[in-house]
């Protein structure tokens, strides 16, 4: 393969509206790409263009700000356990992989805003107003909510179809999901984010549009450019949803090598089950808490820095 394939939303939610149970050709589609590759094309997801260019906008313009006033919102300020989730984080705060080391980028960090709460990755994030970085806040929440409302359901209920499962059969997993929401820069002429699985169900990514790519995916054989394609989102099976399905579907690794000499965005939402909800993987007697596997995650990456999912396989 030297391109991802394409799924289209609009096809896999024909049969999720409709109530029935039999696969349609994309949801046969979407089985054959999960089992083969974990990585595609999203299209048809009914999330404006605009919406989306103007989150880019806004978060590029938090970007450039002066270094002192992004701190104001870093993860040393944040309240949500652990504080490494949320908030902002400097070039070099973040490590994906150990052998490239820590990443030539920023983030900002954001989650679903519950009330405040002992529970992992629950509660509210301190973010910039308007005074400070104009429509930064709003613009991503109401991404945030659209992807929430319109992406991941159907997905999610795509995904139960093409295991054969009722069409439902994810949804109490997820009535009070964990989305770690984030919003990235790429620097000029050496951006980086090494080579890593990401460690959910699903990762939901929208990237700007340039003609020549910066993502890198292995597909099972080697590594190829994915290139940006207009009006598509990314999706990637996460560790999570190798574990649920007992490895039928597996994580794929990627990598970001940023070359060009503009600066890039990209926002990627990670999907996760509810805090605390336990599952048995596919033909086993088997729970997992996926609050125990983000948490470990999180220790590799903020604490040991051995990198993101399963870096530490990758070369």
């Known amino acids: 393969m030297d391109s991802l394939p394409i799924i289209s939303l609009e096809k896999l939610k024909q049969i999720d509206l409709s109530g029935g149970n039999g696969k349609n050709p994309e949801n046969q589609h979407l089985y054959n790409v999960c089992l083969e590759h974990g990585f595609f094309y999203l299209k048809d997801h009914g999330i404006s263009t605009e919406l989306i260019r103007e989150t880019m906008a806004a978060s590029r313009n938090f970007?450039?700000?002066?270094?002192?006033?992004k701190k104001q919102y870093g993860q040393d300020k944040q309240t949500v356990y652990p504080n490494t989730s949320r908030g902002y984080v400097p070039l070099y705060g973040e490590t994906l992989h150990q052998t490239t080391g820590p990443d030539m980028k920023e983030i900002f960090d954001l989650g679903v805003e519950r009330p405040t709460s002992d529970l992992p990755f629950t509660g509210q994030t301190l973010?910039?107003?308007?005074?400070?970085?104009?429509?930064?806040?709003?613009?991503?929440?109401?991404?945030?909510r659209e992807?929430?409302?319109?992406?991941?359901?159907?997905?999610?209920?795509?995904?139960?179809?093409?295991?054969?499962?009722?069409?439902?059969?994810?949804?109490?997993?997820?009535?009070?999901?964990?989305?770690?929401?984030?919003?990235?820069?790429?620097?000029?002429?050496?951006?980086?984010?090494?080579?890593h699985t990401d460690n959910g169900i699903f990762t939901v990514l929208f990237q700007e549009y340039f003609p020549t790519p910066s993502l890198r995916v292995y597909t099972k054989d080697n590594w190829i450019d994915a290139m940006c394609l207009e009006d598509a989102a990314i999706v990637n099976l996460g560790d999570m949803l190798q574990l649920w399905t007992n490895?039928?579907?597996?994580?794929?690794?990627?990598?970001?090598?940023?070359?060009?000499?503009?600066?890039?965005?990209?926002?990627?939402?990670?999907?996760?089950p509810n805090v605390n909800a336990v599952f048995q993987p596919i033909g086993t007697s088997q729970t997992i808490n996926p609050t125990d596997i983000m948490l470990k995650n999180y220790n590799s990456i903020w604490v040991k820095k051995t990198g993101g999912g399963r870096a530490l396989e990758l070369k």
């Open 247 to 272: 490895h039928l579907f597996v994580s794929t690794p990627h990598e970001v090598l940023h070359n060009l000499n503009q600066s890039r965005i990209s926002i990627p939402f990670f999907i996760y």
């Open 147 to 195: 992807v929430l409302t319109k992406i991941v359901p159907h997905l999610l209920r795509g995904l139960a179809i093409a295991l054969d499962c009722p069409p439902d059969w994810f949804d109490p997993y997820f009535d009070k999901l964990v989305a770690i929401h984030r919003t990235i820069y790429y620097p000029p002429e050496g951006g980086i984010a090494g080579k």
């Open 127 to 144: 973010m910039p107003d308007d005074t400070v970085a104009p429509n930064f806040a709003s613009s991503h929440y109401q991404l945030q």
């Open 63 to 69: 970007f450039e700000l002066p270094e002192e006033v």
